[in-house]
C-alpha cells in the first residue's frame, strides 16, 4: 500500500527563519511527487511536480527536491504570507489520479 | 484562471437527509474528482470521473453516488447522510494529460 509521511505536523518560524519540510514516501513505481499549497477555507493549490530522484523545482522562496525515498520543501527567508499547510502527494504505478495518496500536510506558521 | 465553484461554502443536515454537493468548473477539463478532507486522515478520493456519464469509484465510496450529466457539472449524492460523513469536501478537475488539480474552496458538511 502506497503510504505518504510529512513532518513535522506543524512548524513554527520567525519571519526570515529558513527551514525545510519532509514528506516520506514508499510507493510502488512512483510516477510523480506533488507538492500543494492549502490556506485555511480554501481548497489546494498546484506548487509542483517532481518526477526523478535528483529532479529540483523553485518558486520564489521555495524549492522542492526529491530523493528516491523522501522530498523536502525549503523555505528560504519565509514571510508571513507564506503561512498554509502544505500538502505532499504521489501518484504510483499506471492509471490517473485515482492512484494518488495524499499526506496529511505539515502547517506552517511565519511569525513577524 | 481555472476555477472550480463548489456551490455551497457550509451545509449543516440531519441524519437520514438526502444530501447534493455540486461541482463546476469553467475550463472544459474532462476529468473531475471528489475528496474529502478529515483531520489526521488527509485527503481521500471518493469518486471521479474522466467523462460525462462516466464515473468510477475512488478509496471510500461507501455511502456515496456521483452523477456527470454535463462536462462542467460533477455532483456528490449522499442517499442518506450520517454523522461519519461530517467533512470537509473538496472537488477538483484536471484536463486531459496534465498532473495539476485544480480545487474547488470545498464545502464543510456537518450531519447532525
Known amino acids: 500500500e502506497d503510504q505518504v509521511t510529512q513532518s513535522p505536523e506543524a512548524l513554527r518560524l520567525q519571519e526570515g527563519e529558513s527551514s525545510s519540510l519532509n514528506c516520506s514516501y514508499t510507493?510502488?513505481?512512483?510516477?510523480?511527487l506533488f507538492w500543494y499549497r492549502q490556506d485555511p477555507g480554501k481548497g489546494p493549490e498546484f506548487l509542483f511536480t517532481?518526477?526523478?530522484a535528483g529532479e529540483e523545482k523553485e518558486k520564489e522562496r521555495l524549492k522542492a527536491t526529491l530523493t528516491k525515498k523522501e522530498s523536502f520543501l525549503h523555505i528560504t527567508a519565509p514571510k508571513p504570507e507564506d503561512s498554509a499547510t502544505y500538502l505532499c502527494a504521489v501518484q504510483a504505478g499506471s492509471g490517473g489520479y485515482q492512484k494518488v495518496t495524499f499526506g496529511t500536510g505539515t502547517k506552517l506558521q511565519v511569525i513577524p | 484562471d481555472v476555477k472550480v465553484t463548489q456551490s455551497s461554502r457550509y451545509l449543516v443536515k440531519r441524519t437520514g437527509e438526502k444530501v447534493f454537493l455540486e461541482c463546476v468548473q469553467d475550463m472544459d477539463h474532462e476529468n473531475m474528482f471528489w475528496y474529502r478532507q478529515d483531520p489526521g486522515l488527509g485527503l481521500r478520493l471518493i469518486y471521479f470521473?474522466?467523462?460525462?456519464?462516466?464515473?468510477e469509484k475512488g478509496d471510500i465510496p461507501e455511502g456515496y453516488s456521483v452523477s456527470r450529466e454535463k462536462k462542467e457539472r460533477f455532483s456528490l449524492i449522499l442517499e442518506s447522510a450520517s454523522t461519519n460523513q461530517t467533512s470537509m469536501y473538496l472537488c477538483a478537475s484536471t484536463g486531459q494529460g496534465s498532473e495539476k488539480l485544480f480545487f474547488g474552496s470545498g464545502t464543510q458538511l456537518s450531519v447532525l
Open positions: 470521473s474522466y467523462d460525462v456519464k462516466m464515473k
Open positions: 510507493v510502488s513505481g512512483l510516477r510523480g
Open positions: 517532481l518526477y526523478s
